[in-house]
């Protein structure tokens, strides 16, 4: 399937696919797609970043107790005890009906006071808990946004992969921070003494040109101008000495990693 021309179909996709809504056969052809089209992983590797931080937000519990049902159940069985006793004598039995329904009046009358002070305790406690957690809800959304306003302007986005085709870094750019993110996705880890060097490839006739040297975190910012990135078609990272090599005569050591450069205003 080509993307190339339905850029909106892609964002869906990739979304879809991030937020787990893509199942089954098209779940499959999708990632069947991403794994020969370096567009399509990376269009799913920024929707997984984007959504990354929404797991924080869990939903709401209501109370689960029905309590006017369990009052109904007591007077209910105080009713049924109080019909299962002894059958009085005819002779008393008017008598023993009145003081019996008087008494099961004060009886019921005092049930009523004890549930009533505890259906209080029990509401205003659920009271409580929901304003609490509504209180909870109120932060985490106050800091989910000031989060969506402080997250990055990524235009430009690369996949760099090895030689098997396997993705390893994950480069995204912020031309208006002037900054670079790589993010390693792989197992890769270089020895003690060697160091891992971004490059920007060029267009034909001219040299690579040297983005900075790659810290050893999972998650590494670099600076660059975004005159020196618009315009590369490609990127790679190569092995370079501890502390990497002078920009001016490239790479020295093997290149380990290399993707194009795509923009994602496509």
Same mark, same amino acid.
């Given at each position: 399937?080509?993307?190339a021309h339905r850029p909106e179909l892609l964002?869906? +996709?990739a979304a879809s696919y991030a937020l787990g809504t893509l199942r089954g056969a098209a779940r499959r052809r999708f990632e069947a797609v991403a794994r020969q089209n370096v567009a399509v992983r990376a269009q799913a590797l920024i929707w997984q970043e984007r959504?990354?931080?929404?797991?924080? +937000?869990?939903p709401s519990e209501a109370p689960s107790a029905n309590v006017w049902k369990r009052i109904a159940n007591v007077v209910e069985s105080q009713r049924q005890q109080a019909a299962a006793g002894n059958a009085p004598a005819p002779a008393a039995a008017p008598l023993r009906r009145a003081m019996g329904f008087w008494r099961g009046a004060a009886g019921l009358g005092a049930l009523a006071s004890v549930v009533a002070v505890v259906v209080g305790f029990q509401l205003r406690g659920q009271l409580d808990s929901q304003a609490t957690l509504l209180a909870d809800a109120l932060q985490k959304n106050t800091a989910l946004q000031a989060e969506l306003q402080a997250m990055p302007d990524i235009q430009y986005v690369a996949v760099l992969s090895d030689d098997q085709a396997v993705a390893s870094v994950l480069v995204t750019f912020d031309p208006k921070k002037q900054t670079l993110m790589l993010k390693r996705v792989a197992d890769y880890h270089e020895a003690q003494d060697r160091s891992l060097q971004l490059w920007a490839l060029p267009k034909a006739g001219a040299g690579p040109q040297s983005l900075g040297v790659v810290g050893e975190g999972k998650l590494v910012h670099l600076t660059?101008?975004?005159?020196?990135?618009?315009?590369?078609?490609?990127?790679?990272?190569?092995?370079?000495?501890?502390?990497?090599v002078s920009g001016e005569a490239g790479p020295t050591g093997p290149v380990l990693f290399k993707g194009a450069l795509i923009s994602t205003s496509l």
């Open positions: 399937m080509n993307f964002e869906q +996709l959504l990354a931080s929404l797991t924080e +937000l869990q660059a101008a975004d005159s020196a990135v618009r315009e590369m078609p490609a990127l790679a990272i190569s092995l370079e000495p501890k502390g990497g």
